[in-house]
Structure formats: C-alpha cells, structure tokens
C-alpha cells in the first residue's frame, strides 16, 4: 500500500468513535478525580520500604502497554546512590495498577513484582530529557480484567484551544505533599513545538533552560499544574499514547500555568517499546494490520450506528 494513503488510514483510525463519547464526560470538569476503569492503564511505581505510608511510597507514573510492560520516564527509574546516578533495584519496587486509591491495594490482582527496568539505550545522565523513556517488565501479567493497557501514538495531534489530550496522575495537589492516594486527571493541549523551544531555551521564570529537540513534545494544561509525583505520567490523546511527563515547571498550584510541560514523544520511540516489549520472532506488521482491520470495524460500527 502506498505509504501516504496508509498514514491517512491510521491517522482517521486515531480518532475513534469511543473517544468521542469519553471527550464529552470529561469536559464537564477539569482537575477531577478519575473513577475506577477511567485510566486502567495508570501505573503507579512505588518504593517497598515505604509501603506502610499513606501514599505506598509512589514515586512517579506510567502506562501499561501491554498486560505486562509500563513506559515511564527514564529518569524516574534512577537515583543518586553514592553521589553516581544509577537505574533503581527492581526488586525495592513494585507497579501498582487497576485501581483510583492508592490504599486499595490489599488484593494481589493491583500489584506486580519487577523482573527488569529497561532504559532506552541513548539516555545520558549528562544530557537529562533527551531519549528520557524506561520500560518496566512485570514479573506477570496484570489480570487482564483489572487494568487495561494503551495504544502508542503513530501520529500527535494538532494543538486545539481547550485541550483534546488527558493527563492522569497521583501526583501532589500541593507543595507540603509528595503524592495524592486519589488518582486525579487533567486536560491538555499539544502547545506548538517552535515556541515551546524559544520559552525553554531562555529558561524563562521558573524553568530551567532545556533544548526541546523533535523527540519531544510540549502540552499546556487547563486547571491545574503538574506537581511532584507526576513525572512518568501518560499523556494520551484520541486513546492513543503521545507523551510520557519528563519535566514540569517547579511550583505547583491549581492555577494553570503559562508554561507547558515536557513530554518524551512517543511516537518516535514506537519503534524501540515495541522491539522491547514484544517476544523476539513475532512481526512487527501485525500491529499495523490490527488496527487497519480494527479502522474497518469501526467504520462499519459507525454506518450501523447512523
Ligand atoms: C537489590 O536489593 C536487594 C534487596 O534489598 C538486595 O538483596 C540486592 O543485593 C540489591 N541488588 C543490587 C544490585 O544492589
Ligand atoms: C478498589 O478497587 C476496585 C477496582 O478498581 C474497585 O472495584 C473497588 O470499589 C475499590 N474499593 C475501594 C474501597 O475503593
Ligand atoms: C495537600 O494535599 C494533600 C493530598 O494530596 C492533602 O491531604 C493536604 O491536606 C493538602 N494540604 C494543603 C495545605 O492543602
């Protein structure tokens, strides 16, 4: 098939008639609590020392992109351990997933030991952001009717005025807290790459200076600010993943703030999550054709439906 006309197939498909229907609940607030199935594909990776905490000692988001693959951001699973900067013990981990609150954890179906924290090849610690992606390995399967996991990104929609893309997240509601046990969701907006640039590359009022390259993408939201916690968080659009939170400005308030924040852009790193997180030997055409025929599907679905 010709490359163009395939893109334009993929492309109608990244708008489902489902999500039509989600855009519409969502509008009727903004920084709000998300109900139970709303985002089961939220991870959350936290601390095991820390479990007894009030928080489960949560230390950043992600998504499941399969029943046993989260992506969250690189930096996320590093620490400083003796003055080196070095990827975080699995096995003092664990990803919590398929439920709001993050004190409903007592049934083993909502956590997950960690085989292996996979960093994207190209992450330097000396150039922080850049190729700035993880994938967590489960130890297994989440119960595939506890979570639910998220398409990636083939293609990032255009910045719309009120925003089309959702940010989930436990984040902190405040500076004095590390993380809000309520998973809580936002909407945003792509926010032009060029003046995004131009804003990071003076390091304007509260940010610092940051070289926005193609690889990753900015988003402006509505109502409220990113605040600790929140890195990792899933940026998804038209039900598809587009951005993974690698910076937000420091401050947080639930005042909308002027500067977007930095997102890893998925959809150059598809390539590599699905190397990574697919067995060794199957085709990577077939995702391709699941969703051409999952496209047709729909269409038909919508004629049916007219
Ligand atoms: C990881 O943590 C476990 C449990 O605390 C410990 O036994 C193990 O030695 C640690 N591994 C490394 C490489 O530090
Ligand atoms: C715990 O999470 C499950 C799954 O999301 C949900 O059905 C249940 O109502 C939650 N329980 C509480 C006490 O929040
Ligand atoms: C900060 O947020 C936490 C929950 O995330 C809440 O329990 C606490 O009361 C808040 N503190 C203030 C000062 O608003």
């Not at 000396?126 to 989440?142: C, H, K, M, R």
């Not at 605040?227 to 587009?242: K, Q």
Request: hydrophobic fraction near 35%; charged fraction near 15%; charge should be neutral.
């Amino acid at each position: 098939m010709n490359n163009f006309v395939f893109l334009f197939v993929i492309s109608l498909c990244g708008t489902p008639i489902s999500s039509l229907s989600v855009e519409r609940t969502n509008r009727i607030s903004g920084g709000s609590p998300a109900t139970d199935t709303q985002f089961g594909y939220m991870i959350s990776l936290q601390e095991r020392s820390q479990l007894s905490t009030y928080t489960r000692g949560h230390r950043c988001g992600g998504a499941l992109v399969t029943l046993r693959h989260a992506v969250t951001s690189a930096s996320c699973v590093h620490e400083i351990k003796n003055k080196q900067y070095v990827v975080i013990n699995a096995t003092e981990y664990r990803v919590f997933a398929g439920a709001v609150d993050l004190t409903n954890d007592t049934s083993t179906d909502r956590h997950r030991d960690i085989k292996k924290i996979t960093v994207h090849p190209d992450y330097r610690p000396n150039t922080p952001y850049v190729n700035d992606i993880a994938i967590i390995t489960l130890a297994s399967e989440f119960p595939s009717n506890a979570v639910s996991t998220v398409a990636l990104a083939v293609t990032d929609p255009i910045s719309i005025q009120g925003g089309i893309c959702q940010s989930s997240g436990w984040g902190s509601q405040n500076e004095t807290s590390s993380a809000s046990t309520q998973l809580m969701h936002i909407r945003k907006a792509m926010f032009e790459q060029t003046i995004c640039r131009e804003i990071y590359s003076e390091g304007m009022g509260e940010t610092i200076q940051i070289n926005i390259i193609n690889t990753m993408l900015c988003a402006i939201n509505f109502q409220a600010s990113s605040c600790e916690g929140d890195l990792g968080n899933p940026l998804v659009c038209n039900s598809n993943l587009n951005g993974i939170l690698i910076y937000h400005r420091s401050g947080c308030s639930d005042e909308p703030s002027a500067i977007p924040d930095i997102y890893t852009r998925i959809s150059s790193f598809r390539p590599w999550i699905q190397e990574t997180t697919t067995p060794s030997g199957a085709s990577s055409f077939q995702p391709g054709i699941a969703l051409g025929l999952i496209c047709i599907i729909q269409i038909v679905t919508a004629k049916v439906l007219q």
